[in-house]
């Protein structure tokens, strides 16, 4: 399943200092797929992709005093189409 992950940014720079330094620190089965970050480098949108939706609290565990999070499962655009014929 798909799932788009808002993050709001607390500090940018020490994001970034951790992510350099850790990686992205997600467990096995929560696969990145791509992101997307506004100009004032205070929020990111990122497609995610799992099976197992707990995986997502092992994930924030690591970052969530640096960011907040919003959740949210979607579908491709082209399975919306299919669902609906």
Same mark, same amino acid.
Request: a negative charge; aromatic letters at 12%; hydrophobic letters at 45%.
């Given at each position: 399943?798909?799932?788009?992950?808002?993050?709001?940014?607390?500090?940018?720079?020490?994001?970034?200092?951790?992510?350099?330094?850790?990686? #992205?620190?997600?467990?096995?089965? *929560?696969?990145? &797929?791509?992101?997307?970050?506004?100009? =004032? !480098?205070?929020?990111?949108w990122?497609?995610? #992709?799992?099976?197992?939706?707990? *995986?997502?609290? &092992?994930?924030?565990?690591?970052?969530? =005093? !640096?960011m907040?999070?919003?959740?949210?499962?979607?579908?491709?655009s082209?399975?919306?189409?299919?669902?609906?014929?």
């Amino acid at each position: 399943m798909l799932y788009m992950v808002i993050e709001r940014f607390k500090d940018a720079p020490a994001i970034y200092q951790r992510l350099r330094e850790k990686g #992205r620190l997600m467990p096995d089965g *929560l696969e990145y &797929v791509s992101s997307w970050i506004n100009a =004032d !480098l205070t929020m990111c949108w990122q497609l995610m #992709r799992t099976e197992e939706e707990s *995986l997502f609290q &092992v994930w924030i565990d690591h970052w969530n =005093d !640096l960011m907040d999070f919003e959740i949210i499962p979607v579908r491709a655009s082209a399975e919306v189409r299919d669902l609906m014929k």
